[in-house]
């Protein structure tokens, strides 16, 4: 899984890590929060793109995305679902490595691209519980900026 970054371009997950890491490190009296979100388009085919944040509260952040493209799927519910489940799987990956770093008490906030407005209401409570079920904390539009901003941009 390739990941880029707009200031350091193409990366590992391992590197990513480390970058995200060293990081922390420049500071490590602010308080951070970790992100991950994922966003899709639908046009010939669907593409995905999953965010990874670093934010350092008030001063500023990193980012890191990863995309990878699907057959056409033209079901919201499906798209939605499949969102959903790229950003746990990652999350699950940033929080192993960010522990067997030393950094187990950070926590790793999931952004949903889903909203009380809008098509994709209907499905807000099955897909909170499906975070929430997995250990993460669930923040849906507009508190998503992971999903709705920062990977949003990448599925264009």
Known sequence: MLFTSPTKGQMSF????????YFIEE???DNFRVIIGSDSQVRNETCFASAVVIHRVGKGARYYITKKKQRK???????IFYETAL???LASKVVTSLAEKGYEDLNVEIHLDVGSKGKTKEFIK???GMVVGSGF???????SSGA????DKYTK
């Open 87 to 89: 950003s746990l799987e």
């Open 14 to 21: 391992p590197a990513m890590m480390d970058d995200i890491v």
């Open 73 to 79: 799927i033209t079901s919201l519910r499906q798209r």
């Open 27 to 29: 500071a490590p009296e």
């Open 148 to 151: 709705s901003t920062v990977a």
């Open 137 to 143: 904390d669930a923040h849906i539009k507009p508190d």
């Open 126 to 128: 099955e897909i909170i």
